[in-house]
T-cell receptor
Framework: GNSVTQMEGPVTLSEEAFLTINCTYT??????LFWYVQYPGEGLQLLLK?????DKGSNKGFEATYRKETTSFHLEKGSVQVSDSAVYFC???????????FGRGTSLIVHP | GAGVSQSPRYKVAKRGQDVALRCDPI?????LFWYQQALGQGPEFLTY????????KSGLPSDRFFAERPEGSVSTLKIQRTQQEDSAVYLC???????????FGSGTRLTVV
């Protein structure tokens, strides 16, 4: 079945460090891929998306590239800030109904 | 409206009580999804509507869970005879198409005591 695997957290970094959160997926067909973010006490927000192979999604300094050959969609940011502390979810949507399937989430903690 | 609205934000129910959770999607969004999110976990799919048609209910955990969207807009998730294991945040999302992403509401936190 369809699934998403993302690295376990928490990921703890110092401010201005480089961030990578790995995500791989299994899906039928040609999925659309997303990263969602959940800040403390807030709802899920779309961070970025990519809807076809080799697309790069980007927003707020975060980037992720849709790699069909490795079925991956790793999230990266060159220099994290304390305000990036949140839980990040890798999501794919595929099949006829494109129902989003979530990874378990990765907690990011950024220290000053 | 500007976003997906869910009500109530918090609900405390006694075990065995019936509850109804409401979702107001973004106007014009054809697709509507319900999810259950346990503490520290990712959201788990419950059910999916396209307009008023419930096209997938494979994620509903038992026959105590029932969802409807009679006019293709507002949706209600009903849980009958609530149990402690039903305690979770229930999320609603709507979409105008997978290429545009999915907009989530703030959720309803259900606590069964």
């Amino acid at each position: 079945g369809n699934s998403v695997t993302q690295m376990e957290g928490p990921v703890t970094l110092s401010e201005e460090a480089f961030l990578t959160i790995n995500c791989t997926y299994t899906a039928t067909g040609y999925p659309s891929l997303f990263w969602y973010v959940q800040y403390p006490g807030e709802g899920l927000q779309l961070l970025l998306k990519a809807t076809k192979a080799d697309d790069k999604g980007s927003n707020k300094g975060f980037e992720a590239t849709y790699r069909k050959e490795t079925t991956s969609f790793h999230l990266e940011k060159g220099s994290v800030q304390v305000s990036d502390s949140a839980v990040y979810f890798c999501v794919h949507a595929s099949g006829g109904s494109y129902i989003p399937t979530f990874g378990r989430g990765t907690s990011l903690i950024v220290h000053p | 409206g500007a976003g997906v609205s869910q009500s109530p934000r918090y609900k405390v129910a006694k075990r065995g009580q019936d509850v109804a959770l409401r979702c107001d999607p973004i106007s014009g969004h054809v697709s509507l999804f319900w999810y259950q999110q346990a503490l520290g976990q990712g959201p788990e799919f419950l059910t999916y509507f396209q307009n008023e048609a419930q096209l997938d209910k494979s994620g509903l955990p038992s026959d105590r869970f029932f969802a409807e969207r009679p006019e293709g807009s507002v949706s209600t998730l009903k849980i009958q005879r609530t149990q402690q294991e039903d305690s979770a945040v229930y999320l609603c999302a709507s979409s105008s198409g997978h290429n545009y992403g999915y907009t989530f509401g703030s959720g309803t936190r259900l606590t069964v005591v």
